[in-house]
């Protein structure tokens, strides 16, 4: 005799969860983190062929990772500031510690957002040309390693790895320069440099502005 094979229907399939958005985009900032830290050349080429809206930099990018230095400043400042000595510890009064970890974040922000315009500015003197986007691209992935050390603000005495994610952030600009925005090659680091200095320049004529009308 034939067996008989049981023919009943199976039983609805289990579906996986459905990742959310979220979370998607933390890994795709991650990934763009790792690759950028390990493989910059072909991740520099993999960003200047990428479409991005000015918008979606902001949201995705730079205020996110803009978060980083403020609030690892505030827990720093709150949790460390009353016993450290004075040589190490931060000395700002109790009651001024939000607006510096405010005067932080629209410090990193505007940093960014202003290097880029300066980008914008000097390229044509360098064989590129005045690309807004593209410089905006330059000017935020470039600076992810030096605001996700931010994270160590936390411990002032840890600032050496900052200096660390500074020498990585200035070879990722000079990296983005030649791959993104068409720097003449040989020319990237005097760009760099000029663009750097006038940065410099810049955030210390605001901040003089900004503590004379009591910003800060």
Not at 11 to 34: D, H, T, W
Not at 55 to 76: C, E, F, H, K, Q
Request: aromatic residues 10%; glycine residues 8%.
């Amino acid at each position: 005799m034939r067996a008989r094979v049981n023919r009943r229907p199976a039983g609805p399939c289990a579906l996986p969860a459905p990742v959310a958005p979220a979370a998607i985009l933390g890994a795709v900032i991650l990934r763009r983190m790792y690759l950028l830290l390990f493989y910059p050349r072909a991740e520099w080429d993999e960003i200047a062929r990428e479409t991005i809206r000015v918008d979606t930099l902001v949201r995705s990018y730079i205020l996110p990772l803009s978060l980083i230095p403020p609030i690892a400043t505030v827990i720093g400042m709150k949790t460390f500031d009353a016993s450290w000595n004075p040589a190490a510890g931060y000395q700002v009064p109790p009651d001024e510690i939000y607006a510096a970890g405010v005067a932080t974040l629209f410090g990193s922000i505007g940093s960014i957002f202003l290097l880029a315009a300066i980008f914008r500015l000097i390229a044509p003197m360098y064989g590129s040309s005045r690309d807004f986007v593209a410089a905006l691209k330059v000017a935020t992935f470039g600076a992810i390693p030096v605001l996700v050390a931010g994270v160590v603000l936390i411990v002032p005495v840890l600032v050496i790895v900052s200096v660390v994610a500074l020498c990585h952030t200035l070879y990722l600009y000079w990296l983005g320069a030649h791959h993104v925005l068409g720097v003449e090659a040989g020319a990237q680091a005097e760009f760099i440099g000029v663009s750097m200095t006038m940065l410099g320049g810049a955030s210390v004529l605001l901040g003089a502005g900004a503590s004379s009308l009591g910003l800060f």
